[in-house]
């Protein structure tokens, strides 16, 4: 019999004009399992934290970028030349400051010509909804596809706001990388942008009455950057 794909994913949704099928994949591999334990763990310090967040974003990157277009050529070996392939298009990667900017490095590592633009967005602790106080993207024409990095996907407001800077911008193929989500926050994205590709490694249930993700993993920022418990 043979053997089972060590990743099993479930996408579901509609394509956009482009035929493009947007939905969910629940990336689920024994390393994105690992790593997303030890970022539950709270005795986790912050330099092992920051390293299974780029664990995570590599695996991620891996799944999320099957798709990506390519064109052939040619290179020469020490021996003769070989076939091959160039990515095609613009690759644009979109971290969600702050916690976002922890899962760019690796994604570049892998894919050394995509650009990065940048939102700056925060929770209003009162109203659980997103502020942005930072844009870069540019006027000029749009990547061909956006990758939206935000470690976190709790109520969705933070991605659905980044996902409608990128409509505006015009960008046609958008995927979201998130290494732990809320259903609440899966389900809200996906309802609103059915054309959007959305990885995550984790699903949690619910959100508590402060819209943190239950069980989760605690504020992500904080642990990345080592700020937990300052004002």
């Excluded at 004009?17 to 994105?32: Q, W």
Aim: aromatic share 6%; with cysteine; hydrophobic share 40%.
């Amino acid at each position: 019999m043979a053997a089972q794909s060590a990743i099993a994913t479930k996408n579901t949704g509609s394509a956009n004009h482009d035929g493009i099928v947007g939905g969910v994949t629940h990336v689920k591999h024994p390393l994105t399992q690992y790593h997303v334990t030890q970022l539950r763990n709270h005795k986790t310090d912050s330099a092992e934290f920051r390293l299974s967040v780029r664990c995570l974003a590599a695996l991620m990157a891996y799944e999320a970028t099957k798709d990506l277009p390519t064109v052939a050529t040619q290179v020469e070996t020490p021996l003769e030349t070989a076939d091959g392939v160039a990515l095609s298009g613009r690759v644009g990667l979109i971290p969600i400051l702050r916690a976002g900017l922890s899962m760019v490095d690796p994604i570049l590592d892998l894919m050394p010509t995509a650009e990065v633009w940048h939102l700056g967005l925060y929770r209003d602790e009162a109203t659980a909804q997103p502020v942005r106080y930072y844009d870069k993207l540019p006027e000029q024409r749009p990547v061909d596809v956006a990758l939206i990095l935000d470690p976190m996907l709790a109520t969705g407001g933070s991605v659905t706001a980044a996902l409608t800077s990128l409509r505006e911008w015009g960008v046609p193929h958008v995927k979201v990388l998130s290494l732990i989500a809320s259903r609440e926050g899966v389900d809200t994205v996906a309802s609103q942008f059915r054309e959007a590709q959305i990885y995550v490694c984790q699903i949690d249930p619910v959100l508590n009455d402060q819209k943190f993700i239950v069980p989760g993993l605690g504020d992500a920022g904080d642990r990345i950057f080592n700020t937990v418990g300052d004002d």
